[in-house]
Nanobody
């Protein structure tokens, strides 16, 4: 399984940014996909995920209402649209995959998101 994240960058607080993650080496429909992030000096934390078997998506409280996760099964890709960005959203963002019914165990290389004040 390979996950390639892209789309990070520098944005001002209040702005928007979209991340993409291309997945390969897996039967995409058999996997739940998610996004995590790790800020300097902090543990990696869950941001957003989807169990598309039943159409459900879920978010960390800190991003609810601002971030949207989506996926394109035809392109085997997952996306994270981030709006109303805050300085505290600054982190390396990782996409992750979990074979349905298991924990996230496949990780992309990470993409840096920096939000300036």
């Amino acid at each position: 399984v390979q996950l390639q994240a892209s789309g990070g960058g520098l944005v001002q607080a209040g702005g928007s940014l979209g991340l993409s993650c291309a997945a390969s080496g897996l039967t995409f429909g058999d996997y739940d996909m998610g996004w995590f992030r790790q800020a300097p000096g902090k543990e990696r934390e869950f941001v957003a995920g989807g169990s598309w078997a039943d159409g459900s998506t879920y978010y960390a409280d800190s991003v609810k209402g601002r971030f949207t996760i989506s996926r394109d099964n035809a392109k085997t890709a997952v996306y994270l649209q981030m709006n109303s960005l805050k300085v505290e959203d600054t982190a390396v963002y990782y996409c992750a995959a979990a074979r349905r019914g298991t924990n996230y165990s496949y990780w992309g290389q990470g993409t840096q998101v920096t939000v300036s004040s």
